[in-house]
């Protein structure tokens, strides 16, 4: 994933801190903080957000409990979102 060289001869650890750090400040530079969604993102949330509430309306009486309930909780919007 991380893109860095190492230099083979002293097994130089620190340049190869640095230039994983400076590739992260690239990629941190690269993301607007607090960016409006597109049009598409928009959608997508809105969709998620309204099958998540119908399972959530499904799912308040079972007696499932943990791991468990979020497995199915998970299963359920996946279907929804699936179609």
């Known amino acids: 994933m991380y ?14 801190e ?18 409006e969604p597109t049009p598409k993102q928009s ?6 957000s309204e099958a998540v509430k ?3 309306d499904e799912m308040r009486g079972t007696s499932l409990r943990g791991a468990a309930r979020v497995r199915a909780f998970n299963t359920k919007v996946s279907q929804r979102l699936k179609g």
């Open 3 to 16: 893109n860095y060289r190492v230099n083979e001869d002293n097994g130089d650890n620190h340049s190869r």
């Open 18 to 35: 640095l230039q994983m750090a400076k590739q992260l400040q690239i990629v941190v530079s690269e993301i607007r903080a607090g960016a």
């Open 43 to 48: 959608a997508q949330r809105q969709k998620f």
């Open 54 to 56: 119908e399972v959530a």
